[in-house]
């Protein structure tokens, strides 16, 4: 009787020892995902306050000048890419949710929804 006692007694043993082992291993993975976590936001922080700095100093003469002529390129690339039967995602927006103008134009939801934002409708 001894010895099923003894037996007993190591198998509940060894359950505790790998259940210790299971919740040290989950605490070293919270705090892991918690260190991820901080450096994400420091991340971010940074590179929202960049982009602060980067609106709140205005631009030279140079550089807008610069950033127009690249934008006028960029708008004459589009249109010629652009066919006259492809539908403009403003006037799908005006009869349409986001969601079903995603749908209709093929593009996700995030950047219609986005889109629609800037444009305020």
Sequence with gaps: MT???IAI??????????????VQALTA???QLEHEKRETEA??????????DVVKHPLSL???????AVHAELDRERSDDETQ?????EDVLLHHSVR???RLLGKGEGEVALYAKLRKK
């Design 100 to 102: 079903e103008t995603a």
């Design 9 to 22: 007694a190591c198998i509940v043993a060894y359950g505790l020892l790998i259940l210790f082992r299971q």
């Design 29 to 31: 993975r919270v705090t």
């Design 62 to 68: 140079e550089e807008v000048a610069d950033a127009q």
């Design 85 to 89: 039967s492809a539908p403009h995602v």
């Design 3 to 5: 010895v099923v006692y």
């Design 43 to 52: 991340l971010l922080l940074s590179f929202m306050e960049s982009m602060n």
